[in-house]
C-alpha cells in the first residue's frame, strides 16, 4: 500500500503511523513529545497534519498516532497548520522557557509574545519519563497534582524506594527537565542517591577507521549484515558510512566506540547489555533485551539501535569475537583492529 505526503508517494508497512512513513521518506513533520521505540502518545499536537481520504471529510489528525489503513493523501503543511504549531509553540514557552529545546520551536515558529509564569521550568509534561519508568517496572515517578500546579514528581516530592536509578527517564526526556546530580562516586535522581557502577575497561582492542582511505565503497556494510544477519543488508551494519560526493568526498566512519562507561549499558534496564571477557566488548544479549530503546537514547554516539523488524532486539557491534570481519574485508585497510591502554 501507498500513500501520497506532500505530493510524494510513499510506501507503507503493515502497523505504521503517518508519522512512521513520513520520516522514513525523509519528510520532517514536529514533534515535542514523540520517541519512537515508545510510540505516539499525540499529548503536544505538534505532528498535526491534514488527512484527505476519498468518500470523508477532511480531517486533521496527530500523525504520531494515526495508523495508516487506507490510501490518502496528507499534507503536513497549510496555513491553518502552521498557526497551530505557532500557537502550540507558544504555549509550550509559556510553560517551559527555560528548555533550550522549547525556546528553539518558539524562534523557529515565531511564536507571539508571551509571560512565562515561571522563567525557571523546563518541564512541558510531555510524561515521556513517566513512560520509561513504567517499562523499567518501576513506577516510581508520574504526574502529581491538579491544574496548573500539576507537575512530575515522586510521591510527596521524596526519595522513592522503587526508584532504580537507572536514568531511563533522564534520558528520554527533551526538554531537559530531568537532572541528574552527578557527584565523584555517586549520582542523584529524584531525591535519591546512588552509588556509580564502575566497569573495566576494553580487555582486547577496539575498531579505528581512517576515513583518508575509505572510498565510500560500504563492502564493510555488506560484510557486517551478512556477518550477523546472514543476509546483504547494510542499515542492519554495526557500522555507518555516510558520504555526501557534493559537499565533502571524504566518507564518515560511524563505529561503536566500545566506551569506558558505557552508558547503554548503565541504562539498560532488563541486563541485556554486558561485557564479552574476552574482548571487551560491550555486547547484546538477544534473550534479554526487551526491546524498551532507552539504550539507543542514552548511547552518545548512536551505534546501538534497535533491528527493524519482526526480531525488534537492540543490537550493536561486538567485535565479532575478536576478529572484526569489517576489518579484515576492508579493501582500502581504511579499518584496523588495534590494542588500547587498559
Known amino acids: 500500500m501507498h500513500v501520497l505526503i506532500d505530493g510524494m508517494t510513499c510506501r507503507v508497512r503493515p502497523g505504521d503511523t503517518l508519522l512512521q512513513v513520513a520520516r522514513r521518506a525523509g519528510i520532517e513533520i514536529p514533534t515535542a513529545c514523540f520517541y519512537e521505540p ?59 522557557p527555560n528548555s533550550r529545546y522549547v525556546r ?26 513517566v513512560t520509561a519508568c513504567e517499562k523499567m517496572g518501576a513506577r516510581a515517578i508520574s504526574a502529581v ?25 533522564f534520558e528520554v526526556c527533551p526538554t531537559g527537565a530531568v537532572t541528574v546530580k552527578e557527584r565523584e ?24 577507521a581512517d576515513p583518508a582511505r575509505c572510498t565510500g565503497c560500504k563492502t564493510c556494510e555488506i560484510v557486517c549484515s551478512l556477518t550477523h544477519e546472514g543476509r546483504v543488508a547494510p542499515r542492519l551494519a554495526r557500522l555507518r558510512i555516510e558520504q555526501d560526493a557534493f559537499a565533502d568526498p571524504t566518507p564518515t566512519i560511524h563505529l561503536c566506540e566500545q566506551c569506558v562507561g558505557p552508558d547503554c549499558l548503565i541504562a539498560c534496564p532488563s541486563g541485556a547489555i554486558g561485557i564479552d571477557p574476552k574482548t571487551g566488548a560491550r555486547v547484546v544479549d538477544e ?36 576478529d572484526p570481519q569489517c576489518v579484515v574485508s576492508c579493501p582500502q585497510r581504511a579499518l584496523s583492529y588495534e590494542a588500547r591502554d587498559t
Open 104 to 129: 528553539d520551536l518558539y524562534g523557529r515558529y515565531d511564536a507571539p509574545p508571551v509571560t512565562p509564569p515561571d522563567p525557571q521550568e523546563r518541564c512541558i509534561m510531555c510524561r515521556l519519563c
Open 38 to 96: 515508545f510510540g505516539g502518545q499525540g499529548n503536544c499536537r505538534m505532528c498535526t497534519v491534514e488527512v484527505h481520504k476519498t468518500g470523508d471529510r477532511t480531517r486533521l489528525v496527530a500523525s504520531c498516532t494515526y495508523p495508516v489503513r487506507d490510501e490518502i493523501e496528507v499534507i503536513t503543511s497549510t496555513p491553518l497548520i502552521e498557526r497551530m504549531r505557532r500557537n502550540l509553540a507558544m504555549l509550550l514557552y509559556r510553560e517551559a
Open 185 to 208: 562516586a555517586t549520582q542523584e535522581i529524584w531525591h535519591r542517591e546512588f552509588e556509580v557502577p564502575t566497569y573495566p575497561a576494553r580487555t582486547s582492542g577496539v575498531i579505528k
Open 287 to 322: 534473550e534479554k533485551c526487551i526491546a524498551c530503546g532507552i539504550c539507543v537514547a542514552a548511547c552518545q554516539t548512536g551505534m546501538i539501535r534497535l533491528l527493524p523488524d519482526d526480531k525488534a532486539k537492540a543490537f550493536k557491534c561486538d567485535l565479532c569475537g575478536g
Open 145 to 169: 497534582s491538579r491544574g496548573t500546579t500539576k507537575k512530575i514528581g515522586t510521591p510527596y516530592d521524596a526519595a522513592s524506594s522503587d526508584c532504580l536509578g537507572c536514568k531511563a527517564c
